[in-house]
């Protein structure tokens, strides 16, 4: 493909000899690469002369998208705002992109996850309450009962550099579109530990690649509570996503 360069020097040699044979002899000898067709060549001079230019002209692209249906796009969501954008275009009988462009562009919406969180019963915040205060006072009563919990939390580390994009976040008044190369499949290790107000058990270095409820439990078994029950006669163990009322004891 010829550059913006290449096809105004064709434009101005076609113009001063007449020839599109001298024109592609200068064109190779110029450029030391095969010349344009005749009909290239004609075509930039025709639109040289039409234009004033020979850079590419856009075509008139898509039409806009009419009010109309902008009005019955947005009407569909504010009744159903679960609905997919797949789904809206089939029932409006709409590109899938326009849907897209329409609800992003026009009218400036955005789609926002579902967050899902711990489900609430009746009985459950009186009795957090009561949680609450029985911790308070056997904290007052013995200066070292936060010596006996230990809290655990695990995480994977990828040679790599990879982040979880879920947890890492860049705070600004303008969208900085940072971003990390992905090296699929790189080596990874995962790595649990735990914490108490005195004690660090671990790190605990897993050797399969992935962990599943069987590997976990064993780590527990055979790595874990061993060593709380040695260090702390009665420990209370906090297990990394169970709720605050609950605790594990490892007596």
């Known amino acids: 493909m010829a550059t913006v360069q290449e096809k105004a020097m064709c434009v101005l040699w076609f113009f001063e000899t007449k020839s599109v044979i001298t024109t592609q002899r200068r064109f190779r000898t110029t450029y030391k690469k095969d010349a344009p067709s005749d009909n290239s060549i004609r075509r930039w001079l025709t639109q040289f002369q039409e234009t004033g230019s020979v ?19 947005q009407e569909t969501f504010t009744r159903s705002p679960r609905k997919s954008t797949r789904q809206a275009a089939v029932q409006l009988h709409m590109p899938h992109t326009t849907i897209w462009n329409v609800l992003h562009n026009r009218l400036h919406l955005n789609a926002y996850k579902v967050q899902i969180v711990q489900a609430l019963h009746p009985n459950d915040k009186p009795r957090r309450f009561e949680f609450a205060e029985q911790i308070l006072t056997r904290i007052e009563d013995d200066e070292n009962y936060l010596r006996k919990w230990f809290f655990s939390d695990e995480s994977t580390f990828h040679v790599s550099g990879k ?47 992935t962990i599943n ?39």
Request: hydrophobic share 30%.
């Open 55 to 73: 850079l590419h002209r856009k075509g008139a692209g898509r039409p806009s998208t009419s009010q109309e249906n902008v009005d019955r796009i």
């Open 163 to 209: 982040v979880n994009k879920h947890n890492c976040r860049i705070w600004g008044s303008e969208n900085p579109h940072d971003y990390r190369e992905l090296e699929r499949d790189s080596p990874k290790v995962n790595v649990w530990c735990a914490l108490s107000h005195t004690e660090v058990i671990g790190p605990f270095f897993f050797a399969e690649t």
């Open 213 to 251: 409820s069987v590997t976990y439990l064993d780590m527990l078994e055979m790595y874990a509570v061993p060593q709380m029950q040695q260090h702390k006669p009665d420990v209370i163990f906090q297990q990394d996503g169970a709720p605050p009322t609950l605790g594990h004891d490892c007596t």
